[in-house]
């Protein structure tokens, strides 16, 4: 039995393909852009850093500067805030690595290319 793929959703960075052959159906998720080592890294950064904020909460009674912990949702905004700006950041210094789209991908992959 012969694959085949059906392109279910596409978008710019990302196309969801369900190929159908004598081992069932699979969903494949063809990631259009992947970061480099760069873009990466400064990634990793953002994991390890971003979950640890806090926001000012005025002052203990000898008048030094009194934090608390971002509640879930402050913590989500302003880590999606933080990966919008970097992504966009990544892209002007060219650190995203284009891909092509599943149809041209297929056809690379046959033999003889």
């Known amino acids: 039995m012969k694959s085949k ?5 596409h978008r710019d960075d990302t196309q969801i393909v369900l190929s159908s052959g004598f081992d069932g159906i699979k969903t494949i998720i063809h990631y259009r852009q992947l970061p480099n080592q760069c873009a990466s890294f400064a990634m990793e950064l953002l994991r390890v850093h971003s979950g640890i904020t806090s926001q000012a909460d005025g002052e203990d009674s000898t008048g030094r500067s009194k934090l608390r912990r971002e509640i879930p949702a402050e913590a989500v905004k302003y880590a999606c805030e933080i990966a919008a700006l970097a992504f966009n950041e990544f892209k002007d210094r060219g650190w995203l690595i284009p891909l092509p789209d599943w149809k041209e991908t297929e056809e ?5 290319n």
Do not use: D, S
């Open 5 to 9: 793929t059906h392109i279910i959703n």
């Open 108 to 112: 690379l992959a046959k033999p003889g």
